[in-house]
């Protein structure tokens, strides 16, 4: 079946991206929330103080690595699945539908 949350980036990924590019220098993370169909851009430290400590420290390794490589950290949440996977992406990418 593939990556169904990968592919709801992909499906999202103008709105993803200018989203991201809207905030300038700011390096937000984002979020995708998939029943709400809406994208939200977080400041990073907000963002973190709400996960655990393990996440945290995850999110922070992410963070750091994508932000040297010109990337950006994508979360995708699925309320009825009860996940939160996360994704790093790359700003320059032109996904292809």
Not at 77 to 95: A, P, Q
Request: glycine share 4%; charged share 25%; with cysteine.
């Amino acid at each position: 079946m593939g990556d169904a949350y990968f592919f709801a980036i992909q499906e999202q990924w103008p709105n993803i991206r200018g989203l991201y590019m809207a905030c300038g220098r700011q390096e937000p993370i984002i979020l995708y929330d998939i029943q709400e169909k809406k994208i939200y851009a977080y400041p990073y430290k907000e963002f973190k103080a709400e996960m655990s400590k393990r996440s945290q420290a995850s999110l922070e390794h992410d963070y750091k690595s994508a932000s040297a490589l010109g990337s950006m950290v994508v979360f995708v949440r699925d309320n009825i699945e009860r996940k939160l996977v996360s994704y790093t992406m790359s700003i320059d990418t032109e996904i292809i539908q």
